[in-house]
Structures are given as structure tokens and as C-alpha cells.
């Protein structure tokens, strides 16, 4: 039986803590935060809106990828734990034009996946906004995960399943077979995962290179009041707004190189007048705004595979760590248990960058 150490307690550690141990290893996740997550805190995962959305708006050579995360996604919601923190409303898209709102659903059929171009009379039945919005394409594929109840519930399941979780244990050092923390426990393992978000310090990254290659990129969320319920997921250039379990969320700036957590009330005043421009005294801003700082790669794909001398690195997800969560617990297991790796699991392997 396999030991390992996972170092990081986001939706990217607890995937992976969760899947390795369904396969039959031995998990330790170690984690320097609190069990309980809130917006306002460092972990990216539980600051995000938790977006479902693989179908992008321009094709790139991962679109299968990400396609596969969201059905695992869809296979195992029943009966899970987090199984109510997670929607699957699908999404309207909404492109600067025709052109581009065709060769977008064009894009979704050639996947696979049903995608049909709405007039702005069902662009107000889709959503239920007043605003006739044209260019809009609706795409069944798409959901959204509530960040604060899904990493609850994913807590719940890997401790159902035995996986041991370590809070407050703040990881000083790695080798490719052990993790030792600040308190100077030393914990020993066959294979040690780190997934530390952006939060990587030095001797992680001097142990795992490839976490030199993730930049902070920090981004700004507001809870937004509707006159009523979304349905959908809305994607329009500029800003989305995402209806999640108990609230709805208008998203999200970019701003690279950004660590600090502190809300800038004139992004959120940007985001908003964005809303507004399209959908006129249709979305009021909510009383709580955040900040959260995601881990950017340098193309926008996770780094997923060994680096260094064989330490496994789970980061760099960019904008979709919650859509990528559950392969890249797939591939982060095919790693660890000595399984073959396919082509589309490879490219996104650090060595795309050289030497990681």
C-alpha cells in the first residue's frame, strides 16, 4: 500500500487526498490554515465563485481536458457529500457578435457538447433579465460548485474515507519521499503531492521548480442581489454572474502579480458598471466584496506531474481550479500508483515548460 503526503487543503489537495485514497493508498493531507475556510481568507479555492465552465471562448488543445473534469464533476455528485453545493444549470454565453456567437456554439458541437444561439427574446427566457441581449448562445454543460459548502463537504468525505488531515501544520521542507513542518514533525511517505495554490515559499519551490512558474494573479468577487433567481451561469464579455447555493456572484478582475487580499472598491465599482451597462437596474451590488489571489500559470493550464527530483505538483490553475479539480486528482493517482499516462494527461505535465 502506497503512503502519501498531500501538502495543501484547497479543492485541489482535497481532490487529490480523496481520489488517492479510493485508490487504495494511505493519504495524509497537511495543511497550514484552519479546517474551517472563508472568503476572506488566503485559500483561493473558498474565495472563488466556483465556476463550472470548460466550454472557453476560444479553442485550445486542452478543451478535452477540461471537458472530461466537468463530467467527472456530473458522475459523482450522486450521493456525495457535497452533492447539494454543486448545480448544473448550464450557462448563456454571450459573444461581441453573430460571428463569433456561431463559431462559439460551433466550437461547443464539435465537442460534443449542445449549444443553441438565442434571439434576445430568449436570452430573457433563459436568464430572466429584462434586458434583450443579443449574440447570446445557451450551452447545457456548465455549473457552478458553492466553494464554502463543497470544500466542506470534500473535508467530510476524505475523512468518511480515512484520509488523515493535519490543520495549523505548516510544511517547512519536502523530498521527493517526505514532508517535515515549522513544529518539526517529519512525516514519511512513498510519494509526497504538493498543491500549495500560490502560496508556495522557497524551499517548496527548491525542492519542485515548477512552482516557480506560478504568479499571483489577484481577483475581485461581490455578492450581487438579483430580482430573482439566475438560472444559468452568465458569461458575457467582462464579467459573469453566477447564481451558487445560497447567493449570487458578479466576477472578476484580474490584476497579475498581486498578492495582497485587500478589496479595492473601485474594481468593484468597475465590475459593477460593467453589469449595469448591459443589464440595466437588474443587478444591485451585494453588502460583502472579496479579494482572492489565484495560482497563474504561465499558459493559463495546470502544471500536473513531477518536478524536480520526483516531488508531484498539483498548481497553476489559473481560472479554473475548481473545473479541473477531480482530473487532476486523476492524474496526480496515475502518478502515484505507477499508471499509464495518455498523451492529453502528459501536456500538461510541467516539462512542457523545459526544465522543471
Request: overall charge negative; glycine content about 10%; some cysteine.
Amino acid at each position: 500500500m502506497k503512503d502519501v503526503i498531500v501538502v495543501g487543503g484547497g479543492v485541489i489537495g482535497l481532490a487529490c487526498a480523496v481520489r488517492l485514497r479510493r485508490g487504495g493508498a494511505r493519504v495524509r493531507m497537511l495543511e497550514s490554515s484552519g479546517e474551517h475556510q472563508s472568503y476572506y481568507g488566503a485559500a483561493a479555492s473558498a474565495a472563488a465563485a466556483g465556476m463550472l465552465a470548460p466550454l472557453k471562448e476560444t479553442a485550445s488543445a486542452h478543451d478535452e481536458l477540461a471537458m472530461a473534469s466537468f463530467d467527472i464533476w456530473r458522475r459523482t455528485q450522486p450521493g456525495a457529500e457535497w452533492a447539494d453545493g454543486v448545480r448544473f444549470d448550464g450557462a448563456v454565453v454571450v459573444r461581441p457578435s453573430a460571428d463569433e456567437a456561431a463559431a462559439f456554439a460551433a466550437h461547443a458541437r464539435g465537442l460534443g457538447r449542445k449549444a443553441t444561439l438565442l434571439s434576445a427574446a430568449e436570452f430573457r427566457k433563459r436568464t430572466g433579465f429584462r434586458a434583450g441581449v443579443e449574440h447570446g448562445v445557451f450551452v447545457e454543460d456548465e455549473g457552478t460548485a458553492d466553494p464554502l459548502r463543497v470544500l466542506s463537504g470534500l473535508a467530510m468525505q476524505a475523512h468518511a474515507l480515512g484520509v488523515l488531515r493535519d490543520y495549523g501544520a505548516d510544511v517547512a521542507a519536502v523530498t521527493p519521499a517526505s514532508a517535515s513542518t515549522h513544529a518539526g514533525k517529519v512525516y514519511e511517505a512513498d510519494a509526497v503531492v504538493l498543491a500549495p495554490g500560490v502560496w508556495a515559499t522557497e524551499p517548496l519551490m527548491a525542492a519542485a521548480p515548477a512552482l516557480r512558474l506560478v504568479r499571483p494573479g489577484k481577483g475581485h468577487l461581490t455578492a450581487v442581489a438579483l430580482d430573482q433567481r439566475l438560472g444559468p451561469n452568465l458569461r458575457m464579455p467582462g464579467f459573469y454572474i453566477a447564481q451558487r447555493r445560497n447567493d449570487a456572484v458578479l466576477g472578476a478582475t484580474m490584476e497579475l502579480d498581486r498578492y495582497d487580499r485587500r478589496v479595492n472598491p473601485d474594481r468593484v465599482a468597475e465590475l459593477h458598471a460593467c453589469a449595469e451597462k448591459v443589464l440595466p437596474d437588474e443587478v444591485k451590488l451585494g453588502e460583502s466584496a472579496w479579494a482572492g489571489v489565484r495560482p497563474m500559470s504561465p499558459d493559463g493550464w495546470p502544471l500536473i506531474g513531477p518536478s524536480g527530483d520526483g516531488v508531484l505538483v498539483a498548481a497553476g490553475h489559473s481560472r479554473d481550479g475548481w473545473l479541473l479539480a477531480p482530473i487532476t486528482a486523476e492524474i496526480i493517482s496515475a502518478y502515484v500508483f505507477g499508471d499509464e499516462i495518455p498523451a492529453d494527461w502528459a501536456a500538461v505535465s510541467p516539462a512542457r515548460f523545459g526544465n522543471s
